[in-house]
């Protein structure tokens, strides 16, 4: 690939509205120029001016290398995989969404030492507000455990943190298919300032994903002033074609996904990938019964650390899944949003 600056990122990428805001640029910027500004519909980073490759003539291009929106989206429904089950963790897990089987087979993993952190999404239960974070520990992986992956953060602009400044080289990343997409050109680069990144990366557990939510315009706008729902007394969401609203007190809200269109990522437009096709695992709660988990298993690495929670007891394979109906589903992204910019 051509060696670019931030410049072209700049041209290609974000001035077109096509970014993802996964945060994989901010994260390889070795001169941490790059960076997200708070706000409602935080379009995409922004630069202090100092770019090593623009303003000194040292060759980088780190930034446009990793960037999920370089390059045809891919068009797969299901993609290549070793597997597909239904699962759920064998264990309680509070704040408990779908199976949970993300967070035992996360568990375990950090229990045996197949890894040393995870990077993931915090949410503030009082606020709802998310923001990214690195998790080491077990028990704080399963307080965590139920935070919304539906709201836009830059997952992967915590990955300096780990990699850079804790030195950790068994991480395991939870995100979106964007996320999943930024993960994989990592893994595919030989770029010296890459490298470290991907050569730290040892899974990745890709969620189903339509479209993100930006926080402000959906919390602090649409639901607290629009609706007079407050974030504090919001028990549990789901989207599910639509936003499934559970309060404290037991009573239901529901959005149809036209209410929220405003509330959608600019760049989440053009994603046709609903599966996390890259990942090394996959899931959802599409294709499983209620209660369950939708794994999609689909690299040796992914097998050997579902295998490896089951085998200790964390994680149950609780039966098959309707492929048909994670394919419709599927197709439905990909015929939305083929084609546009």
Same mark, same amino acid.
């Given at each position: 690939?051509?060696?670019?600056?931030?410049?072209?990122?700049?041209?290609?990428?974000?001035?077109?509205?096509?970014?993802?805001?996964? !945060?994989?640029?901010?994260?390889?910027?070795?001169?941490?120029?790059?960076?997200?500004?708070?706000?409602?519909?935080?379009?995409?980073?922004?630069?202090?001016?100092?770019?090593?490759?623009?303003?000194?003539?040292?060759?980088?291009?780190?930034?446009?290398?990793?960037?999920?929106?370089?390059?045809?989206?891919?068009?797969?429904?299901?993609?290549?995989?070793?597997?597909?089950?239904?699962?759920?963790?064998?264990?309680?897990?509070?704040?408990?969404?779908?199976?949970?089987?993300?967070?035992?087979?996360?568990?375990?993993?950090?229990?045996? !030492?197949?890894?040393?952190?995870?990077?993931?999404?915090?949410?503030?239960?009082?606020?709802?507000?998310?923001?990214?974070?690195?998790?080491?520990?077990?028990?704080?992986?399963?307080?965590?455990?139920?935070?919304?992956?539906?709201?836009?953060?830059?997952?992967?602009?915590? /990955?300096?943190?780990?990699?850079?400044?804790?030195?950790?080289?068994?991480?395991?990343?939870?995100?979106?298919?964007?996320?999943?997409?930024?993960?994989?050109?990592?893994?595919?680069?030989?770029?010296?300032?890459?490298?470290?990144?991907?050569?730290?990366?040892?899974?990745?557990? !890709?969620?189903?994903?339509?479209?993100?939510?930006?926080?402000?315009?959906?919390?602090?706008?649409?639901?607290?002033?629009?609706?007079?729902?407050?974030?504090?007394?919001?028990?549990?969401?789901?989207?599910?074609?639509?936003?499934?609203? /559970?309060?404290?007190?037991?009573?239901?809200?529901?959005?149809?996904?036209?209410?929220?269109?405003?509330?959608?990522?600019? !760049?989440?437009?053009?994603?046709?990938?609903?599966?996390?096709?890259?990942?090394?695992?996959?899931?959802?709660?599409?294709?499983?019964?209620?209660?369950?988990?939708?794994?999609?298993?689909?690299?040796?690495?992914?097998?050997?650390?579902?295998?490896?929670?089951?085998?200790?007891?964390?994680?149950?394979?609780?039966?098959?899944?309707?492929?048909?109906?994670?394919?419709?589903?599927?197709?439905?992204?990909?015929?939305?949003?083929?084609?546009?910019?």
């Amino acid at each position: 690939m051509t060696e670019k600056s931030y410049l072209d990122l700049k041209t290609d990428v974000w001035d077109n509205g096509r970014c993802s805001g996964c !945060g994989t640029c901010v994260a390889v910027c070795p001169a941490d120029a790059l960076y997200f500004d708070e706000g409602e519909m935080v379009a995409n980073p922004k630069s202090n001016g100092y770019c090593k490759q623009s303003n000194d003539g040292v060759h980088c291009g780190a930034c446009y290398e990793v960037c999920p929106r370089i390059g045809d989206q891919p068009c797969e429904t299901l993609g290549n995989y070793l597997d597909i089950v239904a699962a759920k963790s064998a264990f309680e897990i509070p704040h408990r969404q779908s199976g949970r089987a993300v967070t035992a087979i996360l568990a375990n993993a950090l229990d045996e !030492g197949l890894v040393d952190a995870v990077v993931t999404v915090t949410e503030d239960r009082w606020t709802l507000k998310p923001s990214s974070v690195v998790i080491t520990k077990t028990d704080a992986l399963i307080h965590e455990a139920g935070s919304r992956y539906s709201w836009w953060v830059p997952l992967l602009a915590a /990955l300096k943190y780990a990699v850079v400044e804790k030195k950790y080289s068994r991480i395991a990343v939870i995100g979106v298919p964007c996320v999943v997409q930024a993960i994989a050109r990592m893994r595919a680069s030989d770029h010296d300032l890459i490298k470290p990144y991907a050569g730290s990366i040892r899974l990745v557990l !890709g969620l189903f994903c339509t479209e993100t939510f930006d926080y402000a315009s959906l919390v602090l706008r649409k639901l607290k002033i629009e609706k007079k729902i407050d974030p504090a007394q919001i028990k549990k969401m789901d989207v599910k074609g639509k936003l499934e609203i /559970l309060m404290q007190e037991g009573d239901k809200a529901i959005l149809t996904l036209n209410d929220l269109g405003s509330c959608v990522r600019n !760049g989440c437009h053009i994603c046709t990938d609903l599966t996390s096709l890259y990942s090394d695992i996959s899931a959802g709660a599409v294709g499983s019964p209620d209660g369950s988990t939708t794994l999609v298993i689909r690299t040796p690495t992914g097998k050997n650390f579902v295998e490896s929670a089951v085998r200790n007891g964390k994680l149950t394979i609780t039966g098959g899944v309707d492929t048909a109906a994670i394919e419709k589903l599927a197709n439905a992204k990909i015929k939305k949003n083929s084609g546009k910019k």
